[in-house]
């Protein structure tokens, strides 16, 4: 547990581990890709802190939705195969975390990898995504939108309501920064918890629809945002799934 040994293999960001059981597969997970696996975790000096083994239930999960260590030895992985990583601090919570409850510096894992689920393709970067064409509507906001498809339903959401979605987003660069159709998953959240554009969007929608928006930056997260969000005018393609379901 305290350090690898001399036999781990090593890359360059510092994740070292060991085959502790050849796969079966042939194909290794990309990072869009939805992995199940079983695994177990230790602290340094030896203590667990997790595991799905002692839970009989195995974990599912977007590679791309956690710690950099795993999203990084997944993808060495075949099925079928058992291998323990040895995750320094920066690839995992770090030396102090700013999670509660998450435990702090390099961490072990025995992980299987159960099985791969292939991301679907990636949605088709929209032709107009640089800037909204003349036809695009416009709110007095400065929202700009176009309905790609038209809705079956009659009632449009309130601000106070919870709304269930599938959508992508994309810089105006053609960078497409999230999506739900490619996590294979739709998400579901309260009108008023998002930026001002979708609070704003999403009323103007009804279920069955789909529609492109053009945020600009003051509706978005800004010229300036926060870590790891996207910057400028956004451009998003939603599709309203249902409301208060």
Do not use: C
């Not at 581990?17 to 796969?23: A, M």
């Not at 102090?96 to 299987?112: H, I, K, N």
């Not at 498809?149 to 709304?163: I, S």
């Not at 704003?200 to 492109?212: A, D, I, P």
């Amino acid at each position: 547990m305290a350090a690898p040994p001399a036999t781990a293999s090593k890359t360059a960001s510092g994740l070292a581990s060991v085959v502790l059981q050849p796969g079966t597969g042939k194909e290794h997970p990309a990072p869009q890709d939805q992995v199940k696996v079983h695994y177990t975790g230790w602290t340094k000096d030896g203590k667990m802190f997790d595991s799905s083994v002692t839970r009989n239930r195995p974990a599912t999960f977007g590679l791309d939705g956690v710690i950099k260590g795993w999203t990084e030895g997944l993808q060495l992985m075949v099925a079928g195969e058992k291998r323990r990583f040895w995750i320094p601090a920066e690839l995992a919570y770090g030396e102090t975390p700013r999670r509660p409850g998450a435990p702090s510096g390099q961490l072990t894992f025995d992980v299987e990898l159960l099985e791969i689920t292939k991301a679907p393709p990636p949605p088709e970067v929209p032709k107009d995504v640089a800037a909204p064409p003349s036809s695009a509507k416009k709110t007095a906001s400065g929202l700009r939108y176009r309905v790609l498809k038209a809705g079956t339903g009659k009632v449009h959401p309130k601000p106070e309501d919870r709304v269930k979605v599938h959508y992508s987003g994309w810089t105006t660069d053609g960078k497409m920064f999230d999506s739900s159709v490619m996590r294979g998953n739709p998400t579901s959240f309260g009108l008023n918890q998002v930026i001002k554009g979708w609070t704003e969007g999403l009323q103007l929608m009804v279920v069955g629809e789909k529609t492109r928006f053009w945020i600009p930056a003051e509706l978005a997260y800004g010229n300036n945002p926060r870590p790891g969000a996207p910057s400028g005018m956004l451009v998003f393609d939603v599709e309203l799934l249902g409301i208060n379901e």
